[in-house]
Nanobody
């Protein structure tokens, strides 16, 4: 069994900052990548940022220069530092991990429960 536990969401004013964290635990053999997705009401889920265990990162164009993804491989944890937040960043943010479990062939995606980020004055 694999669990992803998120924290750090909340309400902030435009221009403010938040840092999200997500820790993966369970019978994990290796993690290929972890990332963050978000979904606003009435909108499709979109990739925000992702990072491999080796440190290669990808960002959505809408957050480049404002958000930074990082990871601590020793803790199986991924972080998302969100700066210069805008109202359009308001969404439920979901942690994702693509990983292999012990004695299980192939990699599989796992998801956190989601954490609300609201940017409003």
């Amino acid at each position: 069994q694999v669990q992803l536990v998120e924290s750090g969401g909340g309400l902030v004013q435009p221009g403010g900052s938040l840092r999200l964290s997500c820790a993966a635990s369970g019978t994990i053999f290796s993690i290929n990548a972890m990332g963050w997705y978000r979904q606003a009401p009435g909108k499709q889920r979109e990739l925000v940022a992702a990072i491999t265990s080796g440190g290669s990162a990808n960002y959505a164009d809408s957050v480049k220069g404002r958000f930074t993804i990082s990871r601590d491989n020793t803790k199986n944890t991924v972080y998302l530092q969100m700066n210069s937040l805008k109202p359009e960043d308001t969404a439920v943010y979901y942690c994702n991990a693509n990983l292999r479990r012990w004695k299980v062939s192939g990699a599989q995606d796992y998801w956190g429960q989601g954490t609300q980020v609201t940017v409003s004055s």
